[in-house]
């Protein structure tokens, strides 16, 4: 497993959940998580 794969998708799921748990107002940058996530994952895969 990629190391800052790993990071932000725990950054990812650690940020929904505070949400969802009402922790947190608002999703504090899950679209910037998730673009750079998928952003990983295609460096990977065509790597």
Excluded: E
Excluded at 37 to 44: G, N, S
């Amino acid at each position: 497993m990629d190391t800052p794969l790993l990071i932000l998708g725990l950054l990812l799921v650690a940020s929904l959940a505070a949400f969802f748990t009402g922790v947190l107002p608002y999703p504090i940058g899950w679209i910037i998580l998730t673009i750079a996530f998928i952003a990983r994952l295609l460096f990977l895969v065509g790597r």
